[in-house]
T-cell receptor, first 117, second 109 residues
Framework: GAVVSQHPSRVICKSGTSVKIECRSL??????MFWYRQFPKKSLMLMAT?????????EQGVEKDKFLINHASLTLSTLTVTSAHPEDSSFYIC?????????????FGPGTRLTVL | GQNIDQPTEMTATEGAIVQINCTYQ??????LFWYQQHAGEAPTFLSY??LDGLEEKGRFSSFLSRSKGYSYLLLKELQMKDSASYLC??????????WGAGTKLIIKP
């Protein structure tokens, strides 16, 4: 199956700093990428959907100025958590989809565990 | 609103069979996915159903009834490594994935 990589896998940062997480589709072109966060023992919560070359669509309640998403190419999307605070500590997962309609599975990256001290 | 319901937790015995149910009410339907997620890891794809009926894939099978808004994931010959959360997700009319909260499956020897 298709492979999606995510970097870094773990990051610990101080409160007030910014953290960038990269999501790459390694063997296919991702027209759409999704960013999720997941709290312990909870399901995935969609944060935003990004299409290559256009602005991301954020879900209700997600601050777009705090969670900056850039989908600069068909194989790379980045999520920047700006001025991170301890409540931003979570598991962040990206997924990528090749097309739309019919059967288009989302392929998930391995996730990034962010801890803000 | 959009809603997906699945049991929070289930327990089964190694070697046995377990069925995890999922019911959904969504704005449109373009397919239903089942994912497996081990603790601390990203979800991995198990199955996809868009037509009514049973899809079998090794020890795992998935069933869909669109008229009833119902699906189940059937796991046979359970192994300890099957202990994980199982997530049901439905693609709505906008091709957005709507996620269930997941069912934590505990396998006992």
């Amino acid at each position: 199956g298709a492979v999606v990589s995510q970097h870094p896998s773990r990051v610990i940062c101080k409160s007030g700093t910014s953290v960038k997480i990269e999501c790459r589709s390694l063997d296919f072109q991702a027209t759409t990428m999704f960013w999720y966060r997941q709290f312990p023992k909870k399901s995935l919560m969609l944060m935003a959907t990004s299409n290559e070359g256009s602005k991301a669509t954020y879900e209700q309640g997600v601050e777009k100025d705090k969670f900056l998403i850039n989908h600069a190419s068909l194989t790379l999307s980045t999520l920047t958590v700006t001025s991170a605070h301890p409540e931003d500590s979570s598991f962040y997962i990206c997924s990528a989809r090749e097309g739309q309609g019919d059967y288009n599975e989302q392929f998930f990256g391995p996730g990034t565990r962010l801890t803000v001290l | 609103g959009q809603n997906i319901d699945q049991p929070t937790e289930m327990t089964a015995t190694e070697g046995a069979i377990v069925q995890i149910n999922c019911t959904y009410q969504t704005s449109g339907f373009n397919g239903l996915f089942w994912y497996q997620q081990h603790a601390g890891e990203a979800p991995t794809f198990l199955s996809y159903n868009v037509l009514d009926g049973l899809e079998e894939k090794g020890r795992f099978s998935s069933f869909l009834s669109r008229s009833k808004g119902y699906s189940y994931l059937l796991l046979k010959e359970l192994q300890m490594k099957d202990s994980a959360s199982y997530l049901c997700a439905v693609t709505d009319s906008n091709y957005q994935l709507i996620w269930g909260a997941g069912t934590k499956l505990i396998i006992k020897p």
